[in-house]
């Protein structure tokens, strides 16, 4: 049993991590909250003073921000139905005996390990080209028009891109969570004569909730702030303009800083109620 003192010599050991911590996380945090109440230029003279809530109100009032925003959802809301639906096909799949089980597992988890960029120019450049890549051959091979992935179909193609580099992590922590499943349940339902499709619905797909909670949780996460397939392939035109690239054009190309720190201030929020909306919703599954 830890005494008090042996408490008290963990928390001094553990002050300065917190410290540096909480002070990696609040610094940005502040100075981002002081630059959005100003009007700072850095190539049109600097710090031009304080403009109050301006910045917020050109930022919210602007007519790129809601369809940004909508964006934003969109691909979130794509990618997670992909990845968890096809995810827990997958995993289910990999979870059976097969020859080469080994080298298939981990042929399915290496997408996740290629940057963002990498995958989003292999995508463009191999798969969605409308004259030499694949998809315009196959488009070809069947007598039918090929498609302008990035222009016709150009959200939907963000989240297939997306999709395809965010399935691994889905499938492995989906894979994890059904090797836990006790394997006498469903020897015991077929036994009692139920369907595969019952079992699924009544045994397989109820164990998994927690491992689906997690996915979802760390995916949107990370969704949220996608940035890097999108300046890669359609540089934002085309409808696929999420709030992180409209930040970046408010920063970088119009080099108003203030205007872009008062749009960070937008996404934290933006975050901030998506990740409370999904706690009071699927987070329920994490208490269980």
Known sequence: MATKASRSAARLMMAPAVVLLLGWM???????LIFSFKKYLPLRGGDLGWVGFDNYVRFVTSSAFWPAVQATLMIVGGVLAITVIFGVLLAMLLDQPMWGQGVVRILVIAPFFVMPTVSA??????????????????????GAEPIQWLTQASLPSIIIIVAWQWLPFATLILLTAIQSLDGEQLEAAEMDGAPP??????IVLPHLGRAITVVVLIQTIF???????????????????????????????????GLGSAGGVYAIILANIVAIFLMRIVGKNLDA
Do not use: C
Request: glycine share 6%.
């Open 26 to 32: 609040l610094v940005p945090l502040i100075m981002t």
């Open 121 to 142: 120019l292999v995508w463009k450049n191999m798969f969605m080209d409308p004259v030499n890549g694949v998809f315009a051959h196959l488009w070809k091979a069947f």
């Open 197 to 202: 499709l019952k079992r699924f619905w009544y």
């Open 223 to 257: 969704l949220l702030g996608i940035f890097a397939e999108i300046f890669v392939t359609t540089q934002g035109s085309f409808g696929t303009k999420t709030l992180t690239y409209l930040i970046f054009q408010r920063v970088l190309e119009s080099q108003n800083v």
